[in-house]
């Protein structure tokens, strides 16, 4: 599986939207691009996924570039909850996710 | 809630000893992941199973096994327990296995808290 590098952290305003960067230049053509995230000590919690195009839920959006060599996640209002280390993986066809360090992101009133 | 549901939350040993997580996935899904995440070692894959079968291993010592139930629950067994195996052990379910490639989505559940005394 291809590596991921994130920033180790970041502050966000409350209300403001957070962008949260991950390169992945050795992906793939078959990787897909996840990101979970992680409030102290819960389960992860799966956030979105994608393998070329942009993709939006309820949660966030991701952003894929055109090379696909990196993404990034953005929750459009960040609050006090969405304070959590937040994992980009890449995940070919071998099903387990390689968690790396994380961008431990809190967000500020 | 993601539906994975993990018990015990909670569990207290000695060194030596011998414990059982167990594991139920949610409704449908087939695949089981065992994850361990020690302070120092972040978030590590143990193993997978798929549909009563071993799929995939990773990190598992010797003294750990696994199996999934005909009823597609899953137990990871720890045993000759030693004080660096206190960690959070969590279980993940997903739909499908890796024949689907990397698109399927694994939900984790609230993790067993183990610490050994």
């Known amino acids: 599986d291809a590596k991921t590098t994130q920033p180790p952290s970041m502050d966000c305003a409350e209300g403001r939207a957070a962008n949260l960067p991950c390169n992945h230049s050795t992906i793939s053509g078959n990787e897909y691009v996840y990101w979970y995230r992680q409030i102290h000590s819960q389960g992860p919690q799966y956030i979105i996924h994608g393998l070329k195009n942009n993709e939006t839920n309820e949660m966030a959006s991701l952003i894929i570039t055109e090379d696909r060599k990196s993404s990034t996640l953005i929750l459009p209002h960040a609050t006090l909850r969405d304070t959590a280390v937040y994992y980009c993986?890449?995940?070919?066809?071998?099903?387990?996710?390689?968690f790396g360090g994380g961008t431990r992101v809190l967000v500020k009133p | 809630d993601s539906g994975v549901t993990q018990t015990p939350k909670h569990l207290i040993t000695a060194t030596g000893q011998r414990v059982t997580l167990r594991c139920s996935p949610r409704s449908g899904d087939l695949s089981v992941y065992w994850y361990q995440q020690s302070l120092d070692q972040g978030l590590q894959f143990l193993i997978q199973?798929?549909?009563?079968?071993?799929?995939a291993k990773g990190n598992i010592l010797e003294r750990f096994s696994a199996q999934q139930f005909p009823d597609l629950h899953s137990e990871l067994n720890l045993s000759s327990l030693e004080l660096g195996d206190s960690a959070l052990y969590f279980c993940a379910s997903s739909v499908a296995t890796n024949r689907r490639g990397g698109g399927e989505t694994q939900y984790f559940g609230p993790g067993t808290r183990l610490l050994v005394l």
């Open positions: 993986i890449v995940k070919a066809a071998g099903n387990k996710l390689t």
């Open positions: 199973y798929y549909n009563g079968e071993e799929r």
